[in-house]
């Protein structure tokens, strides 16, 4: 069974920065695409950003790119999101899913279709 654990949520200061983490076992594929997905109050669930495992390519959302970075450790199944410059607009809470097969990660992070998600994890960026 797939599971996602996200860590490293917290409250962060305006430009300030934030690393979250997300932990996947029980894959039965070998390819897949990982990702973040945030929603905050009031509004719909969004994807962030997310990358296949298999080439390492990327999506980011207009609103953090060059902001954020995703990164994956292949060797522990663990997927990052480094924020940077943080903004009050980030905050929400953010969760961590994957799906198993050949999809990109323009796709995934657009359709949110995925197998499994996190519990999520909290971020607030206030003063």
């Known amino acids: 069974q797939l599971q996602l654990v996200e860590s490293g949520g917290g409250l962060v200061q305006p430009g300030g920065s934030l690393r979250l983490s997300c932990a996947a076992s029980?894959?039965?594929?070998?390819?897949?695409?990982i990702g973040w997905f945030r929603q905050a109050p009031g509004k719909e669930r969004k994807g962030v950003s997310c990358?296949?495992?298999?080439?390492?390519?990327?999506y980011y959302s207009d609103s953090v790119k060059g902001r954020f970075t995703i990164s994956f450790d292949k060797s522990k199944d663990t997927v990052y999101l480094q924020m940077n410059s943080s903004q009050p607009e980030d905050t929400a809470v953010y969760y961590c899913?994957?799906?198993?097969?050949?999809?990109?990660?323009?796709?995934?992070?657009?359709?949110?279709?995925?197998?499994?998600w996190g519990q999520g994890t909290q971020v607030t960026v206030s003063s």
């Open positions: 990358i296949t495992n298999s080439d390492l390519s990327t």
């Open positions: 899913a994957a799906i198993e097969g050949r999809y990109g990660s323009t796709w995934f992070c657009r359709s949110q279709e995925a197998d499994a």
């Open positions: 029980g894959f039965t594929r070998e390819v897949y695409a």
